[in-house]
């Protein structure tokens, strides 16, 4: 694999950053954070009109650019960088991802078409209250019923569900466990017995939702894939938004090392520069290897999922580069954000001060997923078989 970038890429890097340093402000950022919708339409537009990175790596067939994982992963890392509020993330790497993998031919010349075209937004539901991120934690019950299906059940911390456009939603067959009996469905968000919830959390720059399905009747054509087969389709798809969200935490990590850098340099004890002093020092320089790491961790693990999108490497390999990703960069960014925390003094925490923002969103992106210390159970799992 080549781990250093094109001139496209590197293109596509100073764009993004440029883009957003404009678009995704301080004053941004509060803005959306203070509505229940979490994000400025007139910015999805933006995003969606002028740069189009709602379609970087949709095949073109579909009206996509047709771009690899680790164009996505750039900009993603950007995003991450900037505290972007958008649906981007729940559309892109959750929607998106679930139509690419498990959608039909139908499916997809419907729906990411219309991504592409118009910014319609997307998201995935597959969890429950119960915590987990894996097989398990698919808890809503569907069943046959005349040519269609009728799905019941609850799904909680869902990326931008309640305002997403459409929803993919995983349920398994009634008396079922772990990888089995498990299907997706892809469902328009206003269907009648769809009750959507905006849940306050920790993290104000991305909003969850709870959504309960009421006995919702599905028609045939919304199955996605094999019924009751769709794990393996379920878990790639999860696979890719990990390393989606990864990406974005080594952007976060990048940025709070960034501001604690320019602070430590203002701020002045004893008739020096903070940034002076010799634990200050080691400290930023702490900092900078977990970012650097992370940051291999990532472009290693989206070089791997598009070989994958491209039938060329197996699952497998895919799952332990997306856990190893996700483990070290959560800890890296939860590590960074609190050492930035400490650094600022007493005002890192302060509303005033944009470093606890990331560290909120470094926390929930900890958690989103799984914790670093579900996905290093994981891969020892997979080296063991």
Request: charged share 20%; glycine share 6%; with cysteine.
């Amino acid at each position: 694999m080549e781990f250093s970038f094109t001139d496209e890429q590197k293109m596509i890097q100073d764009t993004a950053q440029s883009f957003l340093a404009e678009l995704s402000t301080s004053n941004a950022i509060r803005s959306a954070m203070n509505t229940e919708q979490g994000f400025d339409n007139d910015t999805w537009q933006k995003i969606c009109s002028q740069m189009y990175w709602q379609a970087t790596h949709i095949p073109e067939e579909y009206g996509g650019m047709g771009l690899g994982y680790v164009e996505l992963a750039i900009m993603l890392e950007k995003m991450g960088q900037h505290l972007l509020c958008s649906p981007f993330l729940s559309t892109v790497c959750f929607g998106a991802n679930a139509l690419i993998v498990a959608g039909s031919e139908e499916q997809k010349q419907q729906y990411l078409s219309q991504i592409c075209e118009y910014g319609l937004t997307a998201t995935l539901a597959y969890t429950s209250s119960n915590g987990i991120w894996d097989a398990e934690a698919v808890q809503a019950v569907v069943k046959p019923q005349g040519d269609g299906y009728l799905l019941s059940g609850t799904y909680r911390y869902v990326l931008d569900g309640h305002t997403a456009d459409t929803l993919i939603v995983a349920a398994r067959s009634e008396k079922t466990q772990g990888d089995d009996g498990i299907s997706l469905f892809i469902v328009e968000a206003n269907t009648s017995g769809i009750k959507r919830t905006w849940l306050p959390t920790m993290d104000q720059t991305r909003k969850q939702a709870e959504i309960v399905f009421n006995e919702v009747e599905l028609k045939a054509t919304a199955l996605m894939g094999e019924y009751q087969r769709a794990w393996p389709a379920l878990k790639q798809i999860i696979d890719l938004a990990t390393i989606a969200i990864a990406a974005e935490q080594v952007g976060g990590a990048q940025k709070v090392l960034d501001l604690s850098v320019e602070y430590t340099k203002e701020r002045v004890q004893f008739g020096r520069s903070v940034a002076s002093f010799q634990a200050v020092k080691h400290q930023a320089a702490d900092m900078m290897m977990r970012t650097e790491v992370a940051r291999s961790a990532i472009y290693y693990a989206a070089c791997v999922a598009q070989e994958v999108l491209s039938n060329c490497v197996s699952l497998s390999e895919l799952s332990e580069a997306a856990s190893v990703a996700k483990a070290y960069c959560s800890d890296s960014y939860f590590k960074n954000a609190g050492d930035a925390i400490q650094l600022h003094g007493g005002v890192g925490f302060t509303w005033e001060y944009d470093v606890h923002l990331y560290f909120k969103r470094a926390k929930s992106s900890e958690v989103l997923l799984g914790n670093s210390a579900f996905h290093r159970e994981r891969v020892a799992k997979l080296l063991l078989d």
